[in-house]
DNA sequence: TCCGAATTATAACGACCGGTCTACTTATAT
DNA sequence: ATATAAGTAGACCGGTCGTTATAATTCGGA
């Protein structure tokens, strides 16, 4: 069905990556159709609502990809700190050298929340899940329910708001400071 | 020399306000002028450079603004601590009452940091700002240099990583379960 | 092979964008 | 009072936005 990568799955990739980069309304569909190498045909066939549709297909893109690295990350260590220091530190590094991923879901949240209830949604869920994963790691680790549910939503809020400020500073040492912390501040 | 409040800070008040509502590219010109009762000839008469630097003026605006509230909430207790905490709780409630103040900063650097320079370096001095505020009230208690430089910028990172989870599901309640952890995650 | 459906390619549309320009009104100073 | 500047109002421009419509092409099963 298709070639490997199907215009669809282009489409979504593409929105993926320049939505990261630089928003919902910083990006046109005639970019994300360019850079995709599609069309405006195959955009409207697979997506009839269009930029909206598109763009809840990304966000859920960004979702499944940000969630499989993060459960990458913490799994190379039995400590949860440990891991999720070296998730962190890992972040910083792709920072430093410029692969740049952007904010990953924040930007758009922050356009959208009082204008686009079903992109808000979506950017609520997303959120939800990753929070899900650090959740997890600290309950199979022995922490309690209650330190593990506030502990990760801290380190959500904690990655998503260093990640803020390595792009503003165009560095990864913001995110870098913030691993080296961890174990202050994750304690059981 | 004009009303109380000139045209131009009209307009810079109600850009402040929009961006942190919608960011950058979510808001036009027009909007901004109808809502600050204004015309586009004064707009471009105070900024001839056009939305970039009204941008800009309106991001120093946010700043200021701010930065009295945080100073304001800092003073309000001795211990760095409680002031934090009682600085984040009344963020979380003015969430729930929902005097909307949007994700103040990270929005707009998301969206131009890869793409408009002298935006993103003014992005990144309101951060270096705000981060000095809680530096110092963590120096003049007693905490270390590098104590307090570090704990300033994970102060920054969860505040705003809070307010984008709170946005994102339209509660307070983030905000405000981070808040209780604060005395956790700030020790001496 | 052939037919119908799926997919792609483009032209065109109205709406709106940021920005420019000019005319008009208001304030300031002598 | 008058000259000069400061500020305001809004029509207008080219370009781009998301969307629609239609034609051409490719694909899949009988």
Redesign the interface.
């Known amino acids: 069905m298709g070639s490997k990568r199907s215009a669809k799955d282009q489409l979504i990739e593409t929105a993926s990556r320049l939505f990261r ?6 990006v046109g569909l005639k970019e994300i159709i360019e850079e995709s190498g599609t069309a405006k045909g195959s955009l409207y066939h697979y997506f009839p609502e269009g930029k909206e549709q598109l763009a809840i297909a990304a966000i859920e893109h960004t979702k499944n990809f940000v969630s499989d690295k993060v459960q990458e990350d913490l799994a190379e260590a039995a400590d949860p700190i440990n891991a999720i220091q070296g998730h962190i530190q890992k972040l910083a590094q792709e920072f430093n050298k410029d692969s ?1 991923f ?2 990953p ?3 758009i ?7 686009n209830e079903p992109i ?1 949604a979506a ?2 869920s997303v ?1 939800d899940e990753w929070q899900r994963l650090y959740e997890e790691k600290l309950l199979s680790s022995g922490y309690s329910e209650k330190q593990s549910a ?2 990760a ?2 380190l ?7 990640i ?2 390595s ?4 560095s990864g040492e ?1 995110l870098s ?2 691993a ?2 961890i174990p ?2 994750i ?1 059981k």
């Open positions: 980069l630089r928003g919902y309304h910083g740049v952007g904010l879901i924040g930007t949240a922050g356009e959208t929340y009082l204008t808000r950017c609520q959120f506030d502990y939503l801290v959500i809020a904690l990655i998503e708001g260093g803020i400020l792009i503003a500073s165009k913001a400071r913030i080296s912390q202050l501040l304690k």
